[in-house]
């Protein structure tokens, strides 16, 4: 089975709310995270990445979290906005450049 | 879409007919990777490749080959397409000293009818 998952496939959020986007991993030898963003009819986008040696990463409205204890990877986006509504996608790699996904989390956004 | 084209963007073919699909890249990157989506799977690593006539297989290579004559163009082959290879294709690459962050071409829809 995945190794990378989301724990919901929808999230629905009002304009301006603070989005939760959650992922769970099982191998504890993943080192890196990434998430990815990906519109409709479009390739996915990098957001942010995170290493194993650290907790928290801020970008431009997003955050991303990382708790290696329980293998949970969280993305929080401020503010949300009607151009966040997208496929949200976590990934790990295992030590060599091969990333692993997840199924994706659609985020739609609510005017 | 970071100097990534992909050709075609949409393919309708029938069963046991070869396909082959097309990544080219402007920005001289040595790794080139192809994935494929399906609903429920997310993104799954077919080929990948990281040098000229470097390649080697990802974790749904099963029915694909691929090859890399020159650094800017990575083929994708289905040798004799079946319709569980109905998907959207994604190419994407990497450079070196960042490797997992990839940038992603536009895609190609394939229907196997």
């Known amino acids: 089975g995945e190794s990378v998952g989301l724990h919901l496939p929808t999230l629905s959020v009002q304009e301006g709310d603070n989005s939760i986007i959650n992922c769970a991993y099982s191998n504890s030898a993943s080192d890196y995270f990434i998430w990815y963003k990906q519109e409709s009819g479009k390739g996915p986008q990098f957001i942010i990445d995170?290493?194993?040696?650290?907790d928290k990463r801020q970008g431009q409205r997003v955050t991303v979290l990382l708790n290696k204890t329980v293998k949970h990877l969280s993305l929080q986006i401020a503010a949300t906005q009607p151009g966040d509504s997208a496929v949200y996608f976590c990934?790990?790699?295992?030590?060599?450049?091969?990333?692993?996904f997840g199924a994706g989390t659609t985020v739609t956004v609510r005017a | 879409d970071a100097g990534i084209t992909q050709s075609p963007r949409h393919k309708v073919t029938e069963t046991g007919t070869p396909v082959t699909l097309r990544c080219h890249q402007t920005?001289?990157?040595?790794?080139m990777y192809w994935y494929r989506q399906d609903p429920g799977h997310g993104l799954r690593l077919i080929h990948y490749s990281y040098g000229v006539k470097d390649t080697d297989k990802g974790e749904v290579s099963d029915g694909y080959s691929v090859s890399r004559s020159k650094t800017e163009d990575f083929l994708l082959t289905l040798e004799s397409a079946t319709s569980s290879q109905t998907s959207v294709y994604f190419c994407?690459?990497?450079?070196?000293?960042?490797?997992?962050?990839?940038?992603f071409g536009s895609g190609t829809q394939l229907s196997v009818l």
């Open positions: 994407a690459i990497s450079e070196e000293g960042s490797l997992e962050k990839l940038f």
């Open positions: 995170i290493r194993s040696n650290m």
């Open positions: 920005e001289n990157h040595r790794y």
């Open positions: 990934a790990e790699s295992r030590g060599d450049y091969k990333l692993s």
